[in-house]
């Protein structure tokens, strides 16, 4: 069936919409999916037999794919006019959710990636000269000097390349015979002075003999870092604090007015909390937190990054072999390192305050001395020793003596001291437990391996290894084929270090310690009011975990491809020979993960120990395609796919698309096929990890991050999914081509990991429907009754844990994976190209490339509603990026002689906000909050001119020039009240930037 049951009527006749679109297409707009073809010019000059991306059929003669192709050539990736890939990909206006900026709330930059239509990164199959890679961070794969274009199939192509190609397929080819040496610099920065980036390409091919060229390249690209401090508009009018801090938030024992104590506790802010109240946009900054809510919050906006300090080193090399007539053999090699060091808050709150001990009244440093409840100091009976001399700590303060329950003994007179009062006593402090705290803070003595300005550093290592063979021969027994055989190794290497799990063994060490005897081993959990009380360095090194953790991913591949014609005697179509490719491919993945070393041994204080995983599985997959040329200008294309997984997944599925160019002006073009994607061996087998996510709870005041835990399901199945797409292509004039398409993705059995987000507020929605509850501004959360009353209901999540004593702070929040989700997404894209020569005025060309998303309607769960996501944010679902209906380039290039000047537009459509403002904080001093209901449109300028054609004394070759700007008229991001107050998913916080290019050939 078509379309999964549970869904309403709003999706009509697939054969219906296929028609419409082909007439409409004419009429309709929307970006970049031109056709690729090669036209003759009519002369008998010999065509070359290529392959392009969407077919294994070589093709000789002039055509036009059936699949919408986008290509972008290197002369394109150049006028984008940076080295950060993951710009270019985040500039296409049919794609999706990827991001250059860090946001906590949405988006990162550690690892961006295509993300056709929005589908998911996983729902794009990206490919390296044609190859798998075990790595999809467009930032990491291979040296941008050596790319030689990029191939983009928007549709579903998975019938021929198999799992992951629902969206598409993205195939980076390379350089392979390349004469020359080529060498480029670029240097970036802002005009504001906080942002830096420069790269550096290297290139050089020849051909050795007739038989052999060699092609080889490097590059390396520095990023620097732009602060949260660096946009102070943007952070004081977001969320820069968490409820989670040091100093922290106890659980404390509640006393009566006598002092005695009642059996309760309550939830209370370190009381060193709020001692000096800072201007936020200035390194280090309240070191004692904010005191508001009844709770103590950490300002955490000096201690994070937009764009993270990043290195990034990579190598290309190819070796073709042709030693006689059709045979030939070549060999490659691509390796990468993206080293990222990006600065972290001093510790994360969360982790396992449930397991630890009971933090004395004794220990140094402890800020809960213990009051009445009309807040009147208390005194308690000194500790003696058996000559009756009053016992003291390390420090010379005397010790408070507990009874056979071990609590305090107050004094006859508790109210006084006996320096004062013979019935009097000694100062004590409460017995306290930790509740939402973090081990280190700002007040702390901190690790030795901090960064210089205090943060904690998050240390990223990837590495990406690729050595790929192949072989193209005659193949045997059919004159007309032509066969390929290649092998290709991917390795993907995680050598990061795990900096915020702490050492739990540590942790508790330095709270049990001897208050006597070696006060140097104590830890002191609280905000640092008196130095003496510091933690040692030593405690504070032995608490702080930098251990290096090793996750490794494997992938070989052998495929095996025969193509040619299929001759059936004398008969033969009106339009030539039948084409047809059929092959072979296996398949080998393997990942071993190894956990950081405190990790293996249970020893951490945030996340669950864990063993180290090792999963492995093969894929024997098999395929044909079939090209048909009914008439010279109608052909049917079709493809079949099987693939079969050892882990348990079994997928068939087929394409069929066709071409009809009535003129030699005008072509229609038009596809249908299925795609799927099988889930991962982590999906389906890893075991449980916890991180920390970002949670506002709807019960209480509770905002702040909780430790989130996730484990592998293996009852997964393969996502699946229907493609149609037509397309027109036209030149109405000389010099002018245009293209529009239309395209549909129907997505099934989507693997989705519900958020925290999305657990708390389900379960927050339920619990209204179960008890009637609506917030009001007295009464805007549940009481702890009613809070308790839900959580011992069977209806509420049993996912979401709360501390023991404190129900109002969640603790922890369970995340599972499963075939839940269904998409349906329908988009127009068009382009637009008009080369225009003006006599001696130079030549002016113009492209334009635009996307319309129609629909992108989403189901999270089968008992959920369908929801719209075209022109939202889409924040509070985790599984949709934001979507405007409309996003758009236009350029326009002007070029005489040696000179070329540029100018850029970019538009993104407003989408509706919708995600967690946290409207609280307005209630925070410096906050600069405003309530949000639409993210604006945003319009981007982007120029530069080239000079080509310099000669370089002495040793000759052409040198070229580029300066340039993007965001030439300092476009701002609009300011929200999300985590770092920006929308970075759409709009650029970094401002304008300019930039220098140096480019030499010889």
């Known amino acids: 069936m078509w379309f999964p049951h549970h869904l309403p009527p709003f ?126 961070n467009v930032n990491a794969l291979i040296p941008d000097i050596a790319v030689q274009r990029i191939d983009i199939v928007t549709d579903g192509a998975a019938a021929l390349y198999g799992s992951d190609a629902v969206a598409g397929v993205v195939n980076i080819i390379p350089h392979t015979q390349y004469e020359g040496v080529e060498m480029t610099f670029l240097q970036e920065g802002d005009t504001r002075g906080d942002f830096t980036e420069s790269s550096v390409g290297f290139m050089a091919g020849t051909q050795l003999s007739n038989d052999i060229n060699i092609t080889g390249a490097a590059s390396y690209r520095d990023q620097g870092t732009l602060r949260w401090l660096d946009r102070p508009k943007l952070m004081t009018s977001g969320l820069t604090l968490n409820s989670g801090s040091h100093p922290g938030n106890f659980i404390v024992p509640v006393r009566d007015e006598m002092g005695n104590l009642t059996g309760g506790t309550a939830g209370r802010p370190d009381p060193s909390c709020g001692l000096i109240s800072e201007d936020p946009r200035q390194m280090g900054n309240n070191p004692y937190g904010i ?102 700590d390390g420090y010379g303060r005397p010790l408070p003596m507990r009874d056979a329950n071990n609590q305090v003994v107050l004094a006859a007179n508790q109210f006084a001291s006996m320096d004062a009062n013979p019935n009097g006593g000694v100062p004590f402090y409460e017995d306290v437990r930790a509740n939402a705290w973090m081990p280190i803070g700002k007040t702390s003595t901190l690790p030795t391996g901090f960064n210089a300005d205090g943060t904690n550093p998050l240390i990223s290592d990837d590495r990406n290894l690729r050595v790929a063979f192949t072989a193209n021969f005659p193949a045997p027994f059919l004159d007309t084929w032509e066969g390929m055989a290649s092998y290709a190794y991917n390795k993907f290497e995680d050598r990061g270090r795990s900096n915020q799990s702490y050492s739990f063994s540590a942790i508790e060490s330095g709270l049990n310690c ?186 209480t005041t509770f905002q702040g991050f909780v430790t989130s835990c996730k484990g592998g399901n293996p009852n997964l199945q393969s996502e699946t999914s229907t493609s149609v797409s037509a397309g027109i292509d036209l030149m109405p004039m000389d010099g002018m081509t245009w293209s529009i398409t239309w ?81 349906l997404v329908r988009a127009w894209d068009t382009r637009l190209s008009y080369d225009l020569p003006f006599r001696s005025w130079g030549a002016f060309d113009i492209n334009l490339q635009a996307t319309y998303v129609d629909t992108y309607q989403y189901q999270m769960a089968a008992d959920d509603p369908v929801q719209e996501g075209a022109g939202n944010q889409n924040n509070p679902t985790g599984a949709v990026p934001a979507m405007p209906r409309w996003r758009a380039n236009s350029r326009l290039r002007w070029s005489m002689n040696d000179h070329t000047l540029a100018l850029t537009a970019r538009y993104t459509h407003s989408v509706a906000f919708d995600a967690n403002e946290y409207s609280f904080q307005r209630f925070f001093p410096y906050s600069t909050f405003r309530y949000t209901d639409e993210i604006r449109p945003w319009t981007q300028v982007d120029m530069f001119y080239t000079y080509n054609g310099l000669e370089v004394p002495g040793i000759g070759g052409e040198l070229s020039l580029t300066v340039g700007s993007r965001n030439l008229f300092d476009r701002e991001a609009q300011k929200t009240g999300m985590i770092a107050g920006a929308f970075a998913e759409l709009q650029d916080v970094l401002g304008r930037s300019v930039y220098g290019r140096i480019n030499y050939r010889f």
């Open 514 to 699: 001897d208050v006597i005897n070696n006060v140097d081993a104590c830890y002191n959990p609280f905000g640092v009011v008196d130095s003496q009380f510091a933690t040692s360095q030593a405690v504070t090194d032995a608490i702080w975990t930098n251990y290096a953790r090793r996750n490794e991913d494997e992938l070989q591949t052998f495929d095996l491809v025969f193509n040619g014609d299929v001759r059936l005697g004398d008969f033969q179509l009106p339009g030539g020979e039948i084409g047809m490719a059929v092959g072979y491919q296996r398949r080998n993945e393997k990942l071993l993960d190894t956990p950081p070393a405190n990790i293996l041994s249970g020893d951490q204080f945030i996340g669950s120990q864990l063993d180290i995983a090792y999963g492995s599985r093969s894929v024997d997959a098999f395929f044909a395609e079939v090209l048909m040329p009914v008439t010279s200008n109608f052909e049917i294309t079709s493809a079949f796919r099987s693939e079969k997984f050892s882990s348990g997944q079994d997928d068939a599925i087929a394409k069929v698309g066709f071409v009809y160019e009535p003129a030699d002006w005008v072509g229609l073009r038009a596809t249908w096929g299925q795609a799927f994607i099988a889930p991962t061996i982590r999906q389906l087998e890893s075991p449980e990890n916890c991180g920390l996510s970002s949670v506002n709870d709807p019960f």
């Open 291 to 392: 005191n508001l809510l009844g709770r103590c919050w950490l300002e955490f906006g000096d201690t994070r990054d937009f764009r993270a300090e990043q290195e990034f080193s990579k190598f290309y090399g190819n070796f073709d072999y042709s030693p006689a007539g059709d045979v030939s053999m070549s060999a490659q090699v691509l390796y990468s390192r993206q080293y990222r060091h990006s600065r972290n808050n001093q510790s994360n709150p969360g982790g396992r305050v449930q397991d630890m001990s009971t933090i004395r009244g004794e220990l140094p440093g402890n800020t809960f001395r213990a009051k009445s409840a009309d807040q009147r100091e208390l005194y308690a009976e000194p500790l003696r020793d058996g000559n009756g001399t009053i016992v003291t």
């Open 743 to 823: 395209s549909e993705t129907d997505f099934e059995d989507r693997i989705v990991g519900t958020t925290t987000e999305d657990i708390i507020r389900t379960d927050f929605a339920n619990f209204q429907d179960a008890y009637g509850f609506t917030p009001t501004t007295d009464n805007p959360y549940p009481s702890t009754a009613l809070l308790q009353q839900w959580i011992d209901d069977p209806r509420s999540d049993k996912r979401i844990s709360r501390v023991p004593g404190n129900i109002e702070t969640v603790q922890r929040i369970q995340q599972s994976d499963s075939n839940a989700s269904t998409m």
């Open 11 to 136: 999706r009509r006749s697939t054969h219906h919409r296929l028609l419409t679109a082909i007439i409409c297409t004419s009429a309709f707009a929307a970006l970049h999916t031109s056709p690729v073809s090669a036209q003759q010019d009519g002369s008998d000059m010999e065509v070359e037999e290529v392959v392009v991306t969407g077919s294994f059929i070589r093709r000789s003669e002039g055509f036009t794919a059936a699949s919408p192709v986008v290509q972008m050539t290197s002369e394109d990736l150049d006028a984008e006019g940076t080295a950060n890939m993951a710009q270019v990909v985040q500039n296409m206006t049919f794609n999706g959710g990827t991001a250059v900026t860090n946001s906590i709330q949405g988006v990162s930059d550690s690892n961006p990636a295509f993300n056709l239509r929005g589908l998911g990164a996983s729902a794009t199959l990206q490919l390296v000269d044609g190859k798998r890679m075990t790595s999809n």
